[in-house]
């Protein structure tokens, strides 16, 4: 059980959990403890504290789905540093502008993304974009030429045990995501550490990740809010996460089989290509949960056909501003409501109320207009912006996208708002 009076900061909250029990199963089947990642996250916060690194200062992590992704942000939480959740996917010109941008003093990094090798991105990054950064620290293998004129550190030498530096406040900022950019460029959203700790507690809770025997399969990116938003809702539960570097459909089905994974969330797309991996008729049978995100329209049939073959789909809605998982749809409803993406809020304070466009007043119901939600898990600002809309009313807006109307109209109806 998840108690209501857990620390606020990230790391008392994982110190505070069972050491002896399973934090993260490796693909090819090894373990790591809770105890023994807190171990390693305090050595890697006095290594970066060793660096110079202070409370407020901003740290670049380009790395794949791994233990020390989890690692090195818990070392930040621990410092009060601000991690910078980077896309593997991300080329070139994408790393450098959100490294410049962020004013990233290190850069985080491990040697391979997919079929690219990280150095040979870095290569390509122009030097203005680097102004802020002082050196580079590498998980594996890498070629040492491709980083100059930045000292690089392997990750395994910069250990230090015995520095203490677990100085995170709750306000402390913790996180940064990268909105999608389809309102022009993509602003970069700032959560503190309360407000992940808080919203952990709150997911853990409504998708029940403490009951006996459950497990959680990772197969979203830890640097996007939708994955990092499951990783530390399955921390705060004390859940074993099972974690593939990158997805890979015939890899996540295997995984999913061998340890009796009991909740996913992903896209449609990622499931349908699951499902396609297994012939039985029902291949999953320990899943309880699967919550997706409806990234491709082109698969209306999905929620229907994973029903038939025993996968429960329940649409989510989320974003940036609020953490993923903001809300989902209730367990009891139908088809016909579960597939669609929105909810009710998983958080009890969290709210959701429609503006009507014209007026500017509360919009009737099945009346579109600007959605504003409200939630601990709202963002503490936009990087170098002065303000955020709604933040100091407690609102956030959530007029990003044109398709998230019927989103509104959903979570208006699903829950009362004061």
Not at 34 to 54: E, Q, T, V, Y
Not at 142 to 167: C, I, V
Not at 196 to 219: K, N, Y
Not at 314 to 343: N, Y
């Amino acid at each position: 059980m998840i108690e209501a009076s857990a620390p606020e900061t990230l790391h008392r909250m994982f110190d505070s959990l069972p050491g002896e029990r399973i934090c993260v199963i490796l693909r090819h089947g090894g373990e790591i403890r809770f105890d023994a990642m807190a171990a390693r996250s305090r050595s890697i916060a006095g290594g970066l504290a060793g660096l110079g690194l202070r409370r407020g200062d901003a740290i670049g992590v380009w790395m794949a789905n791994t233990p020390e992704w989890l690692q090195v942000f818990l070392a930040c939480a621990r410092l009060g540093v601000l991690a910078v959740g980077i896309n593997t996917r991300f080329r070139g010109h994408e790393v450098g502008e959100l490294l410049g941008r962020s004013s990233a003093r290190l850069l985080v990094t491990d040697g391979w993304h997919g079929k690219v090798r990280s150095d040979d991105i870095f290569r390509t990054i122009a030097p203005s974009d680097l102004a802020s950064l002082r050196a580079v620290v590498v998980a594996g293998e890498s070629d040492p030429s491709a980083w100059r004129p930045f000292d690089l550190m392997p990750l395994d030498r910069m250990f230090n045990a015995t520095r203490q530096a677990d100085e995170g406040r709750p306000e402390d900022a913790c996180i940064l995501f990268t909105t999608s950019g389809t309102t022009g460029q993509p602003k970069l959203v700032v959560h503190h550490q309360r407000g992940i700790v808080m919203h952990a507690r709150d997911v853990a809770a409504a998708f029940e990740l403490a009951r006996p025997g459950s497990a959680v399969l990772q197969i979203v990116p830890f640097c996007g809010a939708f994955g990092f938003s499951q990783a530390i809702a399955a921390i705060a539960a004390a859940c074993p996460l099972v974690v593939p570097p990158i997805f890979d459909a015939a890899e996540a089905a295997r995984l999913a089989r061998a340890h009796c994974v009991t909740h996913m969330v992903g896209t449609n797309d990622m499931l349908d290509r699951m499902l396609a991996e297994v012939t039985e008729e029902r291949p999953f049978p320990n899943l309880r949960f699967f919550g997706h995100a409806n990234f491709n329209p082109a698969l209306p049939d999905l929620p229907a056909r994973a029903e038939a073959r025993g996968v429960k789909l329940r649409g989510l809605f989320g974003m940036s501003e609020t953490l993923a998982l903001f809300a989902m749809q209730p367990a009891t409803a139908d088809l016909e409501r579960r597939k669609l993406s929105g909810g009710i809020p998983v958080s009890p304070s969290g709210r959701a109320r429609v503006r009507d466009f014209a007026s500017g007043e509360m919009a009737a119901a099945g009346v579109s207009g600007e959605i504003e939600l409200r939630g601990p898990s709202l963002m503490s600002g936009y990087r170098q912006r002065s303000y955020a809309r709604g933040v100091h009313t407690g609102w956030v807006s959530a007029n990003r996208r044109p398709r998230l109307r019927h989103r509104r109209r959903r979570l208006r109806a699903s829950r009362p708002y004061g």
